[in-house]
């Protein structure tokens, strides 16, 4: 707004205002000052009708009659023209309305164009940084695809190296292999020929003398003598030296594994550090361990459906044999006492047996509709039993390969063990169930706390040591069937439904992994912790095995770890 100088000058200020306001307002009335000057021009034509007609009749002596209906036919137009000049000017102010109406719509489209076109070219400026962006990342996944491109050449340039070479070391160790064990053969020979030829001339001999006849006369007996102590020794030693010659030359071997068997330890030894660390013992999660009898072959078992050999030597392990066969993966393995002969439950509802002399597989045992979880051979060896997720237990006879007897059971079977006619079995219902395999029958049933992962039975059959979810492990007198220990530790911690617990071979330890990769060892005599070994597993232990010896103990995990423990 203006501000007035000073003097006259307000006088013209005033004069421009009231110019301003005359023509904002004259912008709201121009369409009806518009329509009006219409009708005063329909007006103006009206009244020169009336200029031109009505003198004429007014000349004449008009007559009453017809002015009378002039009058009301003028009347009638008149009304018409008030008519249409009421409705021109609702026509006008309607108008008048739909234009400030339009105006407004038309600011706001107008605003809103301005908005749109400063987003236009806010978007504009957007693509522009992501066109060159995108030109940018082209630029960089050409050189990654290049390097990409490059690496998997190297890839496959080494690949082909490393199979090479993996054929190479597989002939190799098979023609060391075949070296062994003719070595082995040639030796045997070597060692049995004296005996052939003491056989031979003892022969000859036997039959030289019976042809003499025999005298009986008294100058034939001779008074005993009584022989001194090292003459008795020497004697003895005579006597039994074939039988202990045969009893050592009756061990034997396959493809250069000693199976050799080895009496139990006097007293194992608690491992206190890791001796050697297998990375990579399968392809997928360990979950099976044993070792053989003599304490000198390791066999794991794993999700990538085999079974594998191990060799200890030097505190070492090193790779054997590879049994193949089963169509999942394997969730336990046991040893028969000669060393022989090896058992392996499976993911795929069947056990198989291979004999060690060849490393052959001799008989799948099919029958069970779900996992086999533990499959053991009895004191004899001559049968085996299965335990499985079908509830039931199957006795076998491993001459025929055929199911001899099934025991039906209450619940999932997670493990179990044999002593003589006895099958003792773990269960998901939280008990442990006694059956006499004779008759099939339950004999006795304990009671436990959380969902039974496995079971181990000491070596003179006297003791169970029982592994439940609610993490404790339990030492049960079966003589008495009653609980003689409860091993539990701050910090254990049960890591799976087949957790494998184990006593050590004389029986006055008993060893477990826990989920966070610990393995603890209590003495079973006091229930005391002995020792929890700590950092060597970075996933959960899934099994341990005890060597016979007392000598190592293994422990393998969920991560594909093997470790091998000693005390020292």
Not at 183 to 211: C, F, G, H, M, Q
Not at 226 to 248: C, G, N, V, W, Y
Request: glycine share 4%; hydrophobic share 35%.
């Amino acid at each position: 707004m203006e501000t007035p100088s000073a003097g006259t000058d307000w006088r013209k200020h005033i004069i421009r205002q009231l110019q301003r306001r005359d023509r904002r307002q004259k912008l709201h009335f121009e369409d009806l000052i518009h329509s009006y000057n219409q009708l005063l021009m329909k007006s103006d034509i009206v009244q020169l009708w009336r200029d031109q007609h009505l003198p004429s009749a007014s000349s004449e002596s008009p007559d009453p009659q017809n002015v009378v209906n002039l009058k009301s036919k003028h009347r009638k137009e008149l009304i018409k023209m008030y008519q249409a000049n009421g409705e021109l000017a609702q026509e006008v102010f309607d108008l008048s309305k739909q234009r400030k109406h339009r105006e407004v719509e038309l600011e706001v489209s107008q605003n809103r164009l301005v908005e749109l076109k400063a987003k236009l070219s806010e978007l504009e400026g957007e693509r522009e940084r992501l066109l060159a962006q995108f030109g940018e990342l082209e630029k960089a996944n050409s050189r990654l695809k290049e390097e990409y491109d490059s690496l998997q050449q190297l890839y496959r340039s080494q690949w082909e190296q490393l199979l090479k070479q993996e054929v190479e070391g597989t002939e190799l160790i098979q023609s060391m292999i075949d070296i062994k064990a003719q070595a082995a053969r040639d030796l045997n020979y070597r060692n049995e020929k004296p005996k052939r030829v003491k056989e031979k001339n003892l022969e000859k001999d036997l039959a030289i003398v019976s042809r003499v006849p025999l005298s009986l006369d008294a100058e034939v007996f001779h008074p005993v003598q009584k022989l001194s102590p090292e003459a008795a020794t020497h004697q003895e030693t005579k006597i039994f030296k074939p039988f202990r010659s045969f009893r050592k030359r009756a061990n034997t071997s396959f493809i250069g594994v000693d199976c050799n068997p080895m009496n139990f330890c006097s007293v194992a030894r608690v491992p206190a550090r890791v001796r050697f660390s297998l990375q990579e013992a399968h392809d997928g999660e360990v979950n099976a361990v044993k070792f053989s009898p003599n304490s000198k072959i390791l066999a794991t078992g794993g999700s990538d459906r085999k079974v594998k050999l191990w060799d200890i030597v030097g505190g070492m392990l090193q790779t054997v044999k590879t049994l193949e066969g089963s169509n999942d993966g394997v969730t336990s393995i046991e040893f028969d006492p000669s060393g022989l002969q090896l058992l392996a439950g499976s993911y795929d509802n069947t056990a198989r047996l291979w004999s060690l002399k060849d490393c052959e597989l001799k008989h799948t045992l099919s029958g069970h509709s779900a996992k086999v979880t533990a499959a053991k051979f009895k004191f004899y060896c001559r049968e085996a039993v299965t335990g499985s997720h079908d509830r039931t237990i199957k006795v076998w006879d491993l001459s025929k390969a055929a199911c001899v007897s099934s025991i039906a059971l209450p619940s999932r079977c997670s493990d179990i063990v044999c002593s003589d006619h006895l099958i003792i079995s773990g269960h998901f219902d939280e008990k442990v169930r006694l059956w006499d395999s004779r008759s099939a029958m339950k004999t006795d049933e304990i009671p436990l706390q959380g969902k039974v992962t496995s079971l181990d039975i000491n070596s003179e059959r006297t003791q169970l040591l029982s592994c439940s979810r609610d993490d404790l492990l339990k030492v049960v007198d079966l003589r008495m069937n009653e609980t003689r220990q409860e091993l539990r530790a701050e910090g254990f911690k049960c890591g799976s439904d087949w957790t494998k617990a184990i006593f050590s071979p004389d029986g006055s330890y008993a060893a477990v992994g826990s989920a966070d990769g610990v393995l603890y060892v209590w003495d079973t005599l006091t229930g005391n912790l002995e020792t929890s070994l700590v950092g060597q597993h970075r996933s959960s232990i899934n099994a341990v095995s005890w060597s016979l010896s007392g000598e190592y103990v293994v422990s393998v995990d969920r991560s594909r770890l093997a470790n091998l423990w000693t005390d020292c």
